[in-house]
């Protein structure tokens, strides 16, 4: 299999306006979301805006567990204890 290649001309690692969870049409109330890369970059500002867009659960995916630890902290911090976060140590570029 071929590698992808492409061009990154914006890259983010905070939140912004597209994603942003005060937009009610985005709401993720009661929804499972799977986010990959949440030990890096802009996993975890993803995964808490989903959070705060009110997911129920939200699994956490990315190769540092103790990173990934932290992660789930730094959510249940945010928008309490409320929301299931299911830690997942896992390489998915892997064959």
Not at 2 to 29: C, D, G, N
Not at 59 to 88: C, D, F, P, Y
Request: charged fraction near 15%; charge should be positive.
């Amino acid at each position: 299999m071929a590698p992808f290649l492409f061009a990154i001309e914006v890259s983010h690692s905070s939140f912004y306006s597209t994603i942003s969870p005060s937009r009610t049409e985005l709401s993720q109330s009661g929804k499972t979301v799977v986010i990959t890369g949440c030990d890096s970059g802009i996993g975890l500002p993803i995964s808490q805006s989903f959070a705060l867009a009110r997911a129920s659960r939200i699994a956490i995916i990315g190769h540092r567990r103790g990173v990934l630890e932290k992660a789930a902290a730094s959510i249940h911090q945010l928008v309490g204890e409320n929301i299931r976060v299911l830690i997942v140590s896992a390489d998915i570029g892997k064959n």
